[in-house]
């Protein structure tokens, strides 16, 4: 949230009385009577003007700095000060499997290729969205008529990224004057621009410029572009300057861009894909299958107007060097539109210390698959922490933790203020608490605060009275039944002290010795026992929780099975103060909804009226 | 116009009245009242608080040397990682070099730079373990020479001291924010310089590095913690010619039931030095606090005191203000925070 800088009081009234009390001061006014009519009108239209004019001179002055402009060309135009890149619009893409049948076709070639704008069509929330290859694939004939197209690593995954491909052509003019190449395009997806430089509008001969981001060395000679959002919105094609800053095109000659123009993050989660293009072999068409890899992802749009806020500073703190953790989140948060957010952490601040290592823990939007996550890592590791990072530092990188909260949420309601059942109010209220999580809390470092979500239960619907809730915090591990199993569970609060009555730690059922068991504390004791659901003890120690380091170590595990299917085991802890529920460092609060629940207590503020004879 | 500071660059002054030039000629000498009265108006537009001192204030208001310290604070949030201006004695020259310091970080030169910046320090040293090491084959065996051996804590390959005279807890966020190399070991020494009556921060000021090691909510002693407290004899003093007096004075050190013989060093050789003795506090059951005691008792039966090392465990509380060490005339003081969350004191001759 940007702090608003604030140039004066911009308050009508308050304007008014500071004019009054700084006319007043005036040795030749000091005998005016100010509340009289007249000067009281023209005190009104004095401060009615400073009132306008205060209010823009605000504006100007919020605009003058990042952290506080409000308008896009602002934020970007203090952002290029910076020399931060900001994100356009990124393509989704997905991973898909093509093969060609043409067994029993006579004469088919050896080798088959599919052009660079193959398409295919996906539909998603009812929208149809057309994905294309962004280069050309060979198959080769498997002896019986099957052709699986590979890429020139040798996978089968061919990547097809949506959106339109588009063509800029722009003349080069003379060169005194700064050339402009302004692509009127704000869906650019500038990762996917190709730009070629023809020796002349009808030559076709050219020369193929790279992206800055890859130079290694520049020189006069060096060919490379880059492609940056201006403050109107569109994007500005930029070459060198033809002696320092690498080549220059030259008057007359003919640059031609094109680039994916893309529909960003709505894209998204596309799994079936049906291709529009043929093959044509010896005069007829053939339908390429496509068999789905992996579904589309990694579709974002330009870059938001906070996230550049909160980016460029650190971006510009790392100078593209990645010495502090605090340079790796920057780095990667800016060229990884799949990250939602990184938490990174030095070795030393590790649990176990692990030197000479940088841990990086990845949020990622939802259902990004697997291969997608593998590559952002690699991409993560071979373009940055190799080349950027301090020598012999290594990153390492480990899955973010889910922590749940089971909430037990009682509230007054009164049925006559409003006109929903207790039964359906009750939902409502779930699924309030469902989105509270999803929109609060599904971030690194995000604190759960009891007081915060009961009060926005209370302000949810009039007819809740009141709320008051009882909190588990749950963390899962997943276990082998073949094997005994030890293991911590790191829970981000301190636990309750041990009682006599309640039990503190509680496992999910499981098949133990031909019953159905439970973890659970002993009464008044931190040693941790397998108990029958009559509560008869069935192994006497499994483990024990440090209470203070909310530590839960299971030693010697081994269940029959898991009675939820699966193989992962729930344990609740009850934390010791409820209130606030602080996350460790790569910890992400999760609403558990199987054990939650809300409920409704009857509570009438206006007693129904009724009669007796 | 006019020039408000002689900068040379942009500070320009649009404060001007166009009342009488806007106003017809006779209003002048008819309502020159009226004149007055909105004269009066745009000068309190112009005030600093007002919008027409903001709109002035719009030239310059990005200018390191010019703005003010609130806009300051704004550009420092740009360029600076949002640390205020009021941490530094020179905030402009600060801002003039955050570029140069991004670009050393993780260098000598900017850990030097990062005290001298943010704490007006300019007594810090760097240590690196990695110096000390014991290297098989190369490094001689014996306290003498200084080696350790790796331990996978502070005495390993990516580990920095850093010796300074603010205690870890009052930088360590900072440094690791704008200095610290990620994946090293950080560890820190206090010097503490101060002389009759020394006074020690809370625990809080002496935090441990690590959250979870960090058990200490109040202040107070829980004495599990070793010691050692040392004194010079004049030479041969100890034992011949007047063994007595050693022996006295060792005893004087002795609880019963508390220390033994074995926790006591009383060296004598046959140099001419001055002779040491060393008293070892049990980990467990001798209690800084009278160790401490003990010493002050006979502070003045033993020729000079060369210092003490006192050493807590991990789940320890830290040395606090209510503790007095004021017999002590030795003015360097060290507290040494061990990531493992162990804290050492050293009060010693230098």
Redesign the interface.
Known sequence: MATTTKSSDLDFDTIKARLKDHLKNQPQFNAYNFEGAGLSNLLDVLAYNSHINALNANFALNEAFLSTAQLRSSVVSHAQTLGYEIRSVTASRALVNLTLNLTGVAGRPVNITIPRNTTFTSSVDGITYTFRTLEQYTARDNGSGTYAFLTTGGSADIPIFEGVEKTKTFIVGQKDERQIYVIPDDTIDKSTAVVRVYSSVTSSDYSTYLPLSQAVIIDETAKFFSINEVPNGYYELNFGDGTSFGKSPEPGEKIVVTYLSSKGANANNATVFNPTSQVRVNGIDYVISTVTSSESTGGADRQSIESVKQLAPIAYASQKRLVTSLDYKAIIESNFSQVREAAVWSGDQNIPIDYGRVYISLNYAANTPAATKQAVQDAIVNNFTTNLSVMSIKPKFVEPEEVFLALTVNFNFDPALTGNTTATTEDNVFNFIDNYFTTNLSTFGAVFRKSNLATEIDAFDESILSTRMDIKVQMRKEIDTAINNTFDLDFPCQIAEADDVFYRIQSTTFEFKGQICRIKNRLNSNTLSILNLADAVMQDNVGSYNRLTGKVSIVGFKPTRMTSGGNTIRIDAVPAIEGTIKPLRNYILKFEKDESSTNAIIDRQTPSLEITI | METLKDYNRLAINFRKSYVQEVLPEYFQESYP?II??LE??Y???D?D???????N??IT??DFEDTTL??LN??L???G??VSSGRFTFPREVLRNF?NF??V??SEYSAYGFFRAFFNDNDIELIYPKESLFRVGQSLIGPDDGYTIQD??IY????IIVKSGKPISEWEALW???????????GAEVLIIGKDQLSFGTADEFALV?D?YK?HSSVQYNYVAEGEITGLYQDNELYAPEPVKAQTAIWSYMIPGYIQWGYVLAEDDEDKARERLDVYKTPVAYGINATINQVTANYNTIDEWAGFHLKTGSSSVNFSNTSSFSTFDQVYHVQYTD?DGEVQLYNYYK
């Open positions: 009242a007055s009265f009066g108006y000068e309190y537009l005030s608080e007002q919008w027409g001192g903001g709109l204030e719009l208001i990005r609130e806009r704004f550009v949030s740009e360029i990682l949002g570029g991004f670009r970080k993780g996978g804590g390993q390959i990516f580990s690791r924010k704008y200095v610290h190399p990620s994946g090293f070991h950080l690590y979870p058990v990531s």
